[in-house]
């Protein structure tokens, strides 16, 4: 299985709403990514996780939240977001730092 | 800020044809990734030079590293209406690992 999935695939919330995204992999990478892209932008990085520990936040707002239950599984939970943050959520994973890496689909949300 | 910037931003080629695709960045860095992507989609990785390689060839894409001037070249031969899409260039700088993504490139294939 050399994919990434990610769910939902679009979502659309209020900025009261708590809401999570999900990624999966099951390649056996010890590396998570989330970046957020923003229409005909570059994607920008969030956060990473490196043997399920975070490593890296990029200054991210704490109404963004990650979670890394397991190796294969990354989450990132919404709470109280703006419509600024409406964007292009994007996992991805790699077999380690500094190494390709995989993305998947992504999530396209949009906050009212 | 932007590690990689490339050149030119957009790119419009008949299919057939060779399309060239430049990267240029500020600090020196451990690879140089290419990634492609389709309109509103997940990026998919085309190939990765490391610091101490010059050259690298994928199926019809070739891309070239050259460290002294900080930049990178990618080529795709004989191009097809399915290589229309966007390009980043993205450089590991070896400070945490972590891809900088550049501003990307539109590549438009006319059949």
Same mark, same amino acid.
């Given at each position: 299985? %050399? ?69 294969? =599984?990354?989450? =990132? ?10 964007? =292009? ?17 992504? %999530? ?5 | 800020?932007?590690? !990689? ?10 299919? !057939? ?41 994928? !199926? ?33 700088? !070896? ?17």
């Amino acid at each position: 299985d %050399t994919e990434v999935t990610q769910t939902p695939k679009h979502l659309v919330m209020g900025m009261t709403n708590k809401k999570s995204l999900k990624c999966e992999q099951h390649m056996g990478h010890r590396a998570m990514y989330w970046y957020k892209q923003k229409a005909k932008k570059p994607p920008e990085l969030m956060f990473v996780y490196s043997y399920e520990k975070l490593s890296i936040n990029e200054s991210v707002p704490s109404r963004f939240s990650p979670e890394c239950p397991n190796s294969s =599984l990354l989450n =990132l939970h919404l709470h109280a977001l703006q419509p600024e943050d409406s964007a =292009l959520y994007l996992c991805a994973s790699s077999q380690g730092l500094g190494r390709e890496q995989f993305f998947g689909p992504g %999530t396209r949300l949009t906050v009212l | 800020s932007q590690q !990689g910037e490339e050149d030119p931003q957009a790119l419009s080629i008949q299919e !057939g044809e060779n399309a060239t695709m430049n990267c240029s960045y500020k600090t020196s860095i451990n690879n140089l990734q290419w990634y492609r992507q389709n309109s509103g989609r997940g990026l998919v990785h085309l190939i990765l030079i490391r610091s101490n390689e010059r050259e690298k060839h994928s !199926g019809r894409l070739r891309v070239t590293l050259d460290t002294s001037k900080k930049s990178s070249s990618l080529l795709i031969t004989a191009s097809r209406a399915a290589d229309t899409a966007s390009y980043f260039c993205a450089t590991d700088t !070896g400070a945490n690992s972590k891809l900088t993504f550049g501003k990307g490139i539109t590549l438009s294939v006319r059949p």
